[in-house]
């Protein structure tokens, strides 16, 4: 099965190509210029440097976010796009979920970061068992005091913790406070969101028949408003409150 990923639910674009456990390729580009500009030309660079074609394309993963608002959106609609005319499955995992994937390998309890401003990140919790991963701690919104202040009570219960993901890099003062002999922060490798990490995930899923969906049903992951909604609706707010 050849599975095509693609995210940019972050500030890193990735693609990548996966065929049958193995990742034939990955493109990933972490700078300034916006996700529409990078992701079809990464696209269509690496299915040529690949030697295939989107009709080679089996099945199509993507992250939902949380993240990105604009990035999200702009990853979803190219999978929907594509899924319509190919008429193809789609696999969707959490931006938590595919950060936690890129450390399959790690013993310890897994605290994915990602900003989400105003001091905030989008965080869980989680823990691979026999190669599987398990969620102790649902995604959600959280200030990083209370995200660390959650390490630490794993830390007393003799937990080794891993925080991992873009937002150690906003965060790191803090982080760098908390550190411990069990609480640590992953290495630079990991703490990119990976299109590779999302085929793996993707072909695991796709197998056990999770989370899969059509160019239909397929909806990106929003755990807070926009920061142009918020403002929107507190400039409404106070038009109402003039009147």
């Known amino acids: 099965m050849n599975i095509l990923g693609l995210d940019t639910s972050s500030r890193a674009a990735s693609v990548a190509l996966w065929r049958d456990g193995v990742l034939l390729g990955e493109i990933l580009i972490n700078d300034k210029r916006t996700h529409s500009q990078k992701l079809m030309p990464m696209l269509e660079d690496l299915l040529k440097l690949a030697d295939m074609k989107i009709e080679d394309i089996d099945l199509l993963a993507v992250c939902l976010g949380p993240g990105s608002f604009t990035g999200i959106r702009i990853a979803v609609a190219t999978v929907k796009a594509i899924a319509h005319v190919r008429d193809l499955p789609i696999v969707g995992i959490n931006s938590l979920e595919n950060i ?144």
């Open 100 to 243: 936690a994937y890129s450390m399959i390998d790690s013993s310890t309890t897994i605290i994915p970061i990602l900003d989400a401003q105003s001091s905030q990140v989008y965080t869980g919790a989680y823990e691979f068992v026999g190669g599987e991963l398990n969620t102790i701690k649902d995604m959600c919104v959280e200030d990083i005091r209370d995200v660390l202040a959650y390490a630490k009570e794993l830390e007393d219960k003799k937990k080794t913790v891993t925080i991992v993901g873009e937002g150690v890099y906003k965060y790191m003062d803090k982080l760098l406070s908390a550190l411990s002999d069990r609480i640590r922060v992953a290495n630079p490798n990991s703490n990119v969101s990976r299109a590779a990490s999302l085929c793996h995930c993707a072909s695991i899923k796709y197998q056990e028949k999770k989370d899969i969906s059509t160019c239909y049903d397929l909806a990106p992951i929003y755990l807070r408003k926009s920061q142009a909604e918020v403002q929107y609706e507190e400039k409404q707010r106070k038009l109402k409150n003039d009147l």
